[in-house]
């Protein structure tokens, strides 16, 4: 028997890194999972992957259309959901000062919007007792350069999570946040030259206080705490982040 049988759990942005990471755990302790993700192909891999417990959807976390036939699918396939992972969410390396409008919309949408709108249609489907998980980020409380966008779409989430910790209340629904710090997820390599990436990841190993970037299956445990087991606990961000938005 497996811990999390009979759960129902929703993950937007959940094809790779550790939204993946996080319906893996959960599959295999026995809950069904829908994951969703905007990229074709790596979702049909990740559906492949986790089996038969998985629901795979394409679908768009910028997009209201998209968002509100997710909310649908959800309904029809679950009725009631235990927990909601709000995980999708782009970066984007660009200097304040040559930052364009094209990319601060695009990261404001996807990072900021979304979460809130797919929060607002899937609510109603939380059974009480039920978590929702926010990602947020180390950027959003440390100034690091060439991510302002990012970091402010991120501080933008922490903000959510105790606006909507404070709404929901009433139904008996948790809402907390992970942070993660330097997690290897590929992202920079997909966002950034080889040159650059490489560097970019031995900067942020020197200056992390252990010296290391995180698996994202500690992220993923972590996100699993919120959602479940931290049942007197809501409005609050976790870091896991090896100590660089603490030390």
């Known amino acids: 028997m497996g811990k999390y049988d ?18 893996e755990l959960l599959v295999a302790a026995g809950a069904r999972v829908l994951i969703t993700g905007r990229t074709e192909s790596t979702l049909e891999d990740a559906a492949k992957r986790l089996g038969d417990k998985a629901i795979a ?7 209201m259309t998209d968002i509100d036939e997710l909310a649908d699918r959800v309904k029809t396939e679950f009725g009631t959901i235990d927990a909601l992972f709000l995980n999708a969410g782009i970066t984007g390396f660009s200097a304040f000062e040559e930052t364009p409008e094209q990319l601060y919309d695009e990261i404001l949408a996807v990072n900021t919007k979304g979460p809130y709108f797919t929060a607002q249609k899937l609510a109603p489907l939380l059974a009480p007792g039920g978590g929702v998980v926010l990602t947020t980020s180390v950027a959003n409380v440390r100034g690091l350069p060439m991510l302002s966008v990012y970091a402010a779409s991120k501080a933008a989430l922490r903000s959510l999570t105790r606006s909507l910790a404070q709404e929901l209340l009433p139904r008996g629904v948790r809402v907390n946040a992970v942070s993660p710090g330097p997690i290897e997820t590929g992202i920079l390599d997909k966002t950034l030259p080889k040159e650059a990436a490489d560097q970019t990841r031995e900067d942020m190993t020197t200056r992390n206080p252990m010296r290391r970037f995180g698996d994202p299956a500690e992220v993923a445990k972590a996100v699993l705490f919120l959602a479940f087991d931290a049942t ?8 896991v982040d090896g100590g660089a938005s603490q030390l």
């Open 6 to 23: 009979g759960k129902n759990v929703v993950i937007i942005g959940g094809s790779s890194g550790f939204g993946f990471h996080t319906a």
């Open 57 to 63: 959807v394409r679908s768009d976390s910028s997009s």
């Open 232 to 239: 007197y606990t809501t409005g609050a961000e976790l870091p």
